[in-house]
């Protein structure tokens, strides 16, 4: 469902443990010596600029070793996913990003930001842009479309050419949700989407 999961397993496939990770986000490079006891990765997310992390292998616990210099508080911010109904039925995930104890009272001004197509997946990722939106009391939210890579071939190719409508359908139903959710309204959404086409709202 679009976020990174690491799981450990023994050589011979056996599962060990699964690691938690710092927040819904993205985990990547890992990288260590042979035989090491420890690895390290690097993770981000739309509260959180890429942070470098060693693991324990024993443990299982990750403990924050790196992190850009950024004049933004992301204790201060939270994210979550949910999922809602597209037009025909499908089920779509949405990562809704803002500060934490906002008040759901319909009016916050949100950015709505989606893809959906050439097979790319749209992992959680630290943007300056949407941190000085939160910063600005607005939510970030961001569907992941069909035309993307998130669930393989058949979710690339339900967003293709003669199924295309399916990405502007999923992008109107994103908008929809928020709405019926209370984070905003008609009025106060600020849809940004760049689709593959070149066609945007």
């Given amino acids: 469902d ?13 599962p060990l443990r699964d690691i938690g990770l710092p927040g819904i986000g993205s985990a990547d490079g890992f990288s260590g010596r042979q035989n090491a006891t420890e690895t390290f990765f690097s993770f981000t997310s739309y509260v959180a600029p890429a942070s470098i992390f060693r693991l324990d292998l024993e443990t299982g616990k990750s403990t924050l070793i790196r992190q850009p210099e950024v004049e933004f508080d992301r204790s201060l911010y939270e994210s979550r996913q949910a999922f809602y109904t597209s037009k025909d039925g499908t089920r779509v995930p949405i990562i809704v990003s803002h500060r934490k104890g906002l008040e759901l009272n319909g009016e916050q001004p ?7 197509g050439f097979d790319i997946s749209l992992s959680p990722y630290f943007s300056v842009a949407y941190a000085t939106w939160m910063e600005m009391g607005g939510v970030v939210a961001v569907p992941n479309l069909r035309g ?15 199924n295309k409508q399916n990405v502007f359908d999923d992008f109107i139903a994103a908008a929809e949700y928020l709405i019926r959710e209370n984070y905003t309204s008609s009025a106060g959404s600020t849809l940004s989407r760049a689709f593959p086409s070149g066609a945007c709202m």
């Fill in 2 to 14: 679009v976020l990174s999961q690491v799981k450990a397993f023994e050589l011979d496939g056996t």
């Fill in 148 to 162: 993307g890579g998130e669930y393989g071939e058949e979710w690339h190719q339900a967003g293709k050419k003669l």
């Fill in 110 to 116: 949100t950015l709505l930001y989606g893809y959906g």
